[in-house]
Each structure stands twice: as structure tokens, then as C-alpha cells.
């Protein structure tokens, strides 16, 4: 197992996205409160590896609860989206010129 991915599994980065994607979307996001997050067409225990690996790679913030719920199954508790999370998800997809904020 390397970052939370077992060895055998690749990082599906469009699974990714889409899960920073809720994260970033979610209203509870930066509230201290727990996410929930669910992905249509993927597997409860895929999402829970992809969501250990966005967390050991600092784009999600949150709490390892993995011993708490399932020792076979990582769990994080997603509280939000970091700054390093947004610019994966700025440079998967660029706003329109029009939409930027700032300089």
C-alpha cells in the first residue's frame, strides 16, 4: 500500500475531480461539520481510497477515523476543500476569463 491506495489500484483521477468537486460544492464545506460524500457509478470502499489519498496529498482537510469505523476500510472525515485542492480542480478546469476574481 503506498498513500493510502493499495498497490494493485491506480489513482482514477477523474473520481478525484469529481470528489473535490462535492467537497468544494457542498454547503457544509469549511463549517467544521463532516461531509458526506457519494459519487454515482463508484464503489463505497473505491471512493473511501481515492478520499485517504486526496487527504495524505493535502487537498482535502479532515480526520483520520479510519480505526474508529473499519480497520479495512481507510475513512476520513472530510470537513473541506484545501487551497491545494482548488488549483487541481483550477487547473482541470480553468474558469472562462469573465468569471476570474481579481487581477
Known amino acids: 500500500m503506498q498513500d493510502g491506495i493499495p498497490s494493485k489500484m491506480r489513482v482514477d483521477p477523474i ?5 473535490l468537486m462535492v467537497v468544494e460544492n457542498d454547503p457544509k464545506a469549511g463549517s467544521g461539520q463532516i461531509l458526506n460524500v457519494s459519487v ?4 463505497r470502499k473505491v471512493i473511501a481510497q481515492h ?6 496529498t493535502k487537498m482535502v482537510s479532515g ?3 479510519t480505526h474508529m469505523q473499519s480497520p ?3 475513512e476520513i ?4 476543500i484545501t ?12 474558469e472562462a476569463p ?3 476574481i481579481g487581477f
Not at 472525515?77 to 473541506?80: G, L, N, P
Open 72 to 74: 479495512c476500510v481507510p
Open 15 to 19: 473520481l478525484c475531480k469529481n470528489i
Open 83 to 94: 487551497p491545494a485542492g482548488r488549483a487541481f480542480l483550477d487547473q482541470a478546469e480553468p
Open 40 to 43: 454515482d457509478g463508484y464503489d
Open 63 to 65: 480526520i483520520d477515523v
Open 51 to 56: 478520499i485517504k489519498y486526496l487527504w495524505e
Open 98 to 100: 469573465g468569471n476570474k
Open 77 to 80: 472525515a472530510i470537513k473541506d
